[in-house]
């Protein structure tokens, strides 16, 4: 269960007495970004908000809108969501199954090109958060894919994570 692992690094953060363990963010991509919004629900309590960019926000959904030729090798490599049991597992620790859970603020970023992790994935985590009454902001890059590659896009993304820390901070992060 690798979100335990945020939990054992937000245990050896609060350990740490120069370190503020009260104003901990998350950033993180593609499988980073599933580790964000994993551990924004997981760890609500612990955690001041998260960007999440290009993550899986639901394996059968990854799966089902995954490109053919793609989804057979993403199948060996998370489990095939047509076994009940796998099936059964992907929804426990599905982000979009329990984005109720999420209570911190969400910035997620996504390129509409993406070939790994569809904009789907994006669009209906975003969806489901504000719909549970929670903050979630969105970008969309319409001439991007799995990252932001293009310097305008990287810099307009830079600029607007520093503003999301900035509302999450209440100033310079």
Same mark, same amino acid.
């Given at each position: 269960d690798s979100v335990k692992d945020i939990g054992a690094l937000l245990d050896w953060i609060k350990a740490q007495k120069e370190l503020?363990?009260?104003r901990v963010a998350l950033h993180g991509?593609?499988?980073g970004g599933y580790m964000v919004l994993a551990s924004? +629900?997981?760890?609500?309590?612990?955690?001041v908000g998260g960007v999440d960019i290009v993550?899986?926000?639901d394996f059968k959904t990854f799966l089902a809108n995954t490109k053919d030729y793609r989804r057979d090798l993403r199948r060996v490599e998370y489990g095939d +969501?047509?076994?009940p049991k796998i099936a059964a597992f992907f929804d426990a620790i599905s982000p979009?199954?329990?984005a109720d859970r999420i209570q911190d603020p969400l910035f997620v970023v996504q390129g509409a090109n993406d070939p790994r992790v569809p904009a789907?994935?994006? +669009?209906?985590?975003?969806a489901a958060v504000r719909a549970s009454g929670q903050e979630a902001w969105y970008m969309l890059a319409l001439d991007e894919g799995h990252g932001f590659r293009k310097k305008a896009n990287s810099d307009a993304m830079a600029e607007a994570v520093v503003l999301f820390? +900035?509302?999450?901070?209440?100033?310079t992060p």
């Amino acid at each position: 269960d690798s979100v335990k692992d945020i939990g054992a690094l937000l245990d050896w953060i609060k350990a740490q007495k120069e370190l503020d363990a009260k104003r901990v963010a998350l950033h993180g991509g593609s499988y980073g970004g599933y580790m964000v919004l994993a551990s924004l +629900e997981d760890y609500a309590d612990r955690l001041v908000g998260g960007v999440d960019i290009v993550g899986v926000s639901d394996f059968k959904t990854f799966l089902a809108n995954t490109k053919d030729y793609r989804r057979d090798l993403r199948r060996v490599e998370y489990g095939d +969501e047509r076994d009940p049991k796998i099936a059964a597992f992907f929804d426990a620790i599905s982000p979009l199954k329990h984005a109720d859970r999420i209570q911190d603020p969400l910035f997620v970023v996504q390129g509409a090109n993406d070939p790994r992790v569809p904009a789907s994935e994006a +669009e209906q985590i975003v969806a489901a958060v504000r719909a549970s009454g929670q903050e979630a902001w969105y970008m969309l890059a319409l001439d991007e894919g799995h990252g932001f590659r293009k310097k305008a896009n990287s810099d307009a993304m830079a600029e607007a994570v520093v503003l999301f820390l +900035e509302s999450i901070y209440g100033g310079t992060p």
